[in-house]
């Protein structure tokens, strides 16, 4: 079946540093791939939508320049939390847009990243 | 404007017990998606079920069971005879268009103990 990976798993790093997550997809192509939010005991909140070969598209509210989203090729999309600070301190999760909508699902996410900013 | 609607913040039952997790959706589209997500404590997001906008048929699946009322704009999720591995956020999200974007719940926690 289609497999998103996302890695890391586990970010802690100081304040001020920029910290970057991989989301690929393994065995289908991904034109489109999506970055989700989740503050803890909160739903997920879609943050943008990457597009392969264009600029992503974010949601209201979410800051371009914070978080830069690059999807270079059909399988990769990745996040830059730039200068990353406490508050941005949340679960970070991916997911493909698998175009042949196997098994019955639009998209395929990634296990996510737990971000702590100290 | 989409929107999904899951009342129950936290619902514990002991196991064997059966639960009714709640969803309601809203959206102008006659066509659509609906889904339902487990998320362990682990974090991940496991696919449970889609149903179209145009199949209200019930689905059962081992212990779960899904009940797709239009007129009511409900797709609620039953789990029966409830497990402690159950224990989860349970969301439901809606989809509409060909953008795939998925619009979640607020999510229910399910807590399941012997």
């Known amino acids: 079946g289609a497999v998103v990976s996302q890695h890391p798993s586990w970010v802690i790093c100081k304040s001020g540093t920029s910290v970057k997550i991989e989301c690929r997809s393994l065995?289908?192509?991904?034109?489109?791939m999506f970055w989700y939010r989740q503050f803890p005991k909160q739903s997920l909140m879609l943050m943008a939508t990457?597009?392969?070969?264009?600029?992503?598209?974010?949601e209201q509210g979410v800051e371009k320049d914070k978080f830069l989203i690059n999807h270079a090729s059909l399988t990769l999309s990745t996040l830059t939390v730039t200068s990353a600070h406490p508050e941005d301190s949340s679960f970070y999760i991916c997911?493909?847009?698998?175009?042949?909508?196997?098994?019955?699902?639009?998209?395929?996410f990634g296990d996510g990243t737990r971000l702590s900013i100290l | 404007a989409q929107k999904v609607t899951q009342a129950q913040t936290e619902i514990s039952v002991v196991e064997k017990e059966d639960v009714t997790l709640d969803c309601v959706y809203e959206?102008?589209?006659?066509?659509?998606?609906l889904f339902w997500y487990k998320q362990p404590p682990s974090g991940e997001l496991v696919f449970l079920i889609r149903?179209?906008?145009?199949?209200?048929q019930n689905e059962i699946s081992g212990r779960y069971s899904w009940n797709f009322q239009k007129s009511t704009s409900s797709f609620n999720f039953t789990i029966t005879a409830s497990q402690v591995v159950d224990s989860a956020v349970y969301f439901c999200?809606?989809?509409?268009?060909?953008?795939?974007?998925?619009?979640f719940g607020t999510g229910t926690r399910l807590q399941v103990t012997l």
């Open positions: 997911s493909a847009r698998d175009p042949l909508g196997q098994g019955n699902q639009p998209q395929h």
């Open positions: 065995d289908f192509q991904a034109t489109t």
């Open positions: 990457s597009n392969e070969g264009s600029k992503a598209t974010y």
């Open positions: 959206t102008r589209d006659t066509t659509y998606y």
């Open positions: 149903r179209n906008s145009f199949d209200e």
């Open positions: 999200a809606l989809n509409t268009g060909t953008a795939s974007k998925l619009t």
